[in-house]
């Protein structure tokens, strides 16, 4: 017997399921917990773009990333549509590839319209290697390597210029060839309420000129014939809920194109970062992504009709809100322990290499049994992972219907930073992924095997054993 809660709400795992019909796109995925496409089937199991989560486990194994090809694509539809409903300037969406790097997914978002921003060499390969326009490519980072700038600069990417030791770099090895285009990283000095680990744009800040040089930053590059300094760019954090803080932003950058006009600079782009939270759990609360990016273009229209300045390039740079909530990882349920009074663990065959989010940032998430949608959640258990660490816990007193090995757990909201953030440790080989849309499943990363894992091992002549 399923029990409702007074508000109505179910109180088994259906109370996760997006409200969505395949005729109504308007549901913004950052704010939902599961796929767009997520449905319950006649087996009570999860199906994700039309497949079932435990048949997806039988053919490609456990845990799995399963990824949702609608969900994805409605993201980058809704930031470009909003963009063109209330920006009357350029406006070009950039997808931040360190939320999920992989071919498929840069694929994917470039199939949408949307440009990469990458912050190494090893993600400018992925979004070069996987067919991305180099024109919409833009290179991050507060510490370049010479290498990645040289790489960026013969790929013609855009690079974002982040300090003075970066200039330096970038003037030298620009000697002799076209103007290198680049953007000025600033810190804009604003805080937000988000994990101080996360947080990017208050004056403390490894990323980005201090505003303090900013007249410097001017007028250093307004004399550099190598550089065609295109742009400006600001971030103030991720997994943010607030508006305000974004509505300061645009109103300062706008400020920035009036200050480096005084310096003959002739910039046109203007890049607000990215930043917008998603729902991990049912008390999380973000703006839609039509509601972020509303405010962000009236007040930049608004202060460049104020200061009489034509309307600047508008590009933003979302990871999170893009690809977070498309994804669910699932995993196998294996060994229990009850400790009388205290707590019931139940432990999955991953954890924090596939997960390190809630051991580093002490996160927060949902999750349910994919095999027994319906049945009631009795449970209140903490999911564990299977790493020599005591606190590899994915989920603290997690509500779930009973369960037993070999039932599949679905962790919600794992598109972002989850993958792109997974390691080997206790060498554990890294999790496949699999792309689902209108019942068809892929695979975009083959699940590592042992074999993988010594791949980069050197074994000195003297170190091996003789028998
Ligand atoms: C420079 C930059 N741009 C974009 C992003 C993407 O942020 P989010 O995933 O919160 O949208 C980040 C990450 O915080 C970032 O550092
Ligand atoms: N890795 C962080 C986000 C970092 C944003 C990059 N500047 C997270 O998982 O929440």
């Given at each position: ?28 995925p ?5 796929p ?13 773009g ?15 990333y399963?990824l949702d090809e609608e969900t994805v694509r409605t993201a980058c539809r809704?930031y470009r ?12 969406v950039l997808y931040?590839s360190?939320a999920w790097s992989c071919l498929a997914v840069c694929a994917l978002v470039a199939s949408e319209g949307l440009g990469i ?9 992925t979004a070069?290697t996987a067919g991305v326009?180099?024109?919409l ?182 990871g999170?809100?893009l690809i977070?909530?498309a994804c ?87 598109g972002?930073?989850?993958y ?13 992924a699999v792309i689902v849309a209108?019942?068809e499943?892929n695979l975009i990363l ?22």
């Open positions: 017997m399923v029990s409702t809660h007074p508000s109505g709400v179910q109180d088994s795992a259906h109370k996760y399921l997006p409200l969505f019909n395949s005729k109504n796109f308007d549901l913004s950052n704010q939902q917990l599961l767009l496409t997520a449905k319950v089937n006649s087996q009570d199991c999860l199906e994700i039309g497949c079932d989560v435990k048949t997806l486990v039988e053919q490609f194994g456990s845990p799995l399963i809704q549509d909003s963009l063109k409903r209330y920006y009357k300037g350029e406006s070009q931040a360190k921003d990458v912050a190494s060499g090893g993600e400018l390969y070069l326009n180099p024109e490519i833009y290179l991050h980072g507060n510490n370049k390597s010479r290498e990645e700038l040289r790489y960026a600069i013969e790929s013609g990417i855009t690079i974002m210029a982040d300090n003075w030791h970066d200039l330096q770099q970038i003037v030298e090895l620009a000697q002799g060839q076209q103007p290198v285009r680049i953007m000025l990283r600033l810190t804009p000095g604003i805080d937000c309420h988000t994990h101080e680990y996360i947080r990017t744009g208050h004056l403390d800040s490894k990323f980005g000129f201090d505003p303090g040089d900013l007249d410097e930053v001017f007028a250093f590059v307004s004399k550099q014939t190598a550089l065609n300094c295109i742009g400006v760019h600001a971030h103030i954090g991720s997994q943010i809920f607030e508006l305000q803080p974004h509505r300061d932003l645009a109103a300062l950058m706008v400020q920035w194109l009036t200050d480096s006009a005084k310096y003959g600079l002739k910039i046109t782009n203007l890049n607000v970062g990215g930043g917008l939270g998603i729902t991990y759990t049912e008390s999380d609360d973000p703006p839609s992504i039509e509601e972020w990016v509303k405010p962000i273009c009236q007040v930049i229209e608004e202060t460049c009709t104020k200061e009489n300045l034509p309307l600047p390039k508008l590009l933003c740079e979302p999170r809100s977070g909530t669910v990882t699932a995993y196998t349920i294996g060994s229990q322990k009850e400790i009388p009074g205290i707590r019931t663990y139940i432990a999955v065959d991953g954890g924090m290499s596939d997960n390190p989010r809630p051991i580093t940032y002490q996160s927060v998430y949902r999750a349910a049994i994919a095999n027994q949608m319906s049945q009631p959640l009795t449970q209140t258990v903490t999911i564990a992972g299977k790493h020599c660490e005591s606190g590899d816990i994915l989920i603290k007193n997690a509500q779930l219907s009973k369960s037993k090995p070999g039932d599949i757990l679905v962790v919600m909201a794992t972002a930073y989850n792109s953030m997974a390691s080997n440790y206790n060498r554990l080989t890294r999790s496949a209108n019942g499943a083959r699940r590592e095997t042992y074999q993988d894992l010594v791949r980069q091992d050197c074994l000195p002549e003297r170190l091996i054993q003789k028998s």
